[in-house]
């Protein structure tokens, strides 16, 4: 079964610093892994998305991904954090389950602070 | 236009009582979701359907059915409300079970 665990429930960072928000995740099976982001009082919005393509992926807001499959990881990364990056983000992983249909599953999430 | 609708936004309700939350996508997606995110983010999936069939069902009480009466449309049904229902609850959508899902906007829940 997969799992997703992102370390650090909080990251705070200074406004122009670089953004580093952790996932690690465990699949038996090639996985799709995924960035969401949530603002206060809405709903999840895709950041990126990886599907075994480019292991480096670009997603929306100068956010990146790098998917590491030694190291069973997919940091989130941004080099200049921006005042309107600070918000709740959510890693996920979704493979073939037991049953063998696709399945996605979120990680904790991490709550990530700019300061001015 | 919005991509996945749920309805109310929010919703009061005492103890014991049955409410129903609404959604709806425009996206032309094969499967909908709902998930439970509760006081501390967590974000657990409830029930998956696909082309209006149930794929997931995960270990939820069975007050809670979902019904799917076409494929834009999930609806969640919640029976005698409990304190611990508590919660924002999220429609999503995607057009596979493998690709990223279209949140809706949430429905805050509270039981009092």
């Known amino acids: 079964a997969q799992s997703v665990t992102q370390l650090g429930s909080h990251v705070s960072v200074s406004e122009g610093a670089l953004v580093l928000l952790r996932c690690n995740y465990s699949s038996s099976v090639p996985p799709y892994l995924f960035w969401y982001v949530q603002y206060p009082n809405q709903g999840l919005q895709l950041l990126l998305k990886?599907?075994?393509?480019?292991?480096l992926v670009k997603g929306i807001n100068g956010f990146e991904a790098e998917f590491k499959k030694s190291e069973t990881s997919f940091h989130l990364t941004k080099p200049s954090a921006h005042m309107s990056d600070a918000a709740e983000y959510f890693c996920a992983v979704s493979d073939r389950g037991d049953t063998g249909g696709f399945k996605t599953i979120f990680g904790a999430g991490t709550r990530l602070f700019v300061k001015a | 236009d919005t991509a996945v609708s749920q309805t109310p936004k929010y919703l009061v309700t005492q103890m014991g009582n049955d409410k129903s939350i609404k959604c709806e996508q425009n996206?032309?997606?094969?499967?909908m979701y709902w998930y439970k995110q509760d006081s501390k983010k967590f974000l657990k999936i409830m029930f998956s359907y696909n082309n209006k069939e149930l794929i997931i069902n995960e270990t939820v009480p069975n007050r809670f059915s979902p019904k799917s009466p076409d494929k834009a449309h999930l609806n969640l049904h919640i029976n005698s409300l409990e304190l611990g229902d508590s919660a924002v609850y999220f429609c999503?959508?995607?057009?596979?079970?493998?690709?990223?899902?279209?949140f809706g906007q949430g429905t805050r829940l509270t039981v009092v």
């Open positions: 990886y599907t075994s393509a480019a292991t």
């Open positions: 999503a959508s995607s057009q596979t079970a493998n690709t990223e899902a279209f």
């Open positions: 996206l032309g997606h094969d499967t």
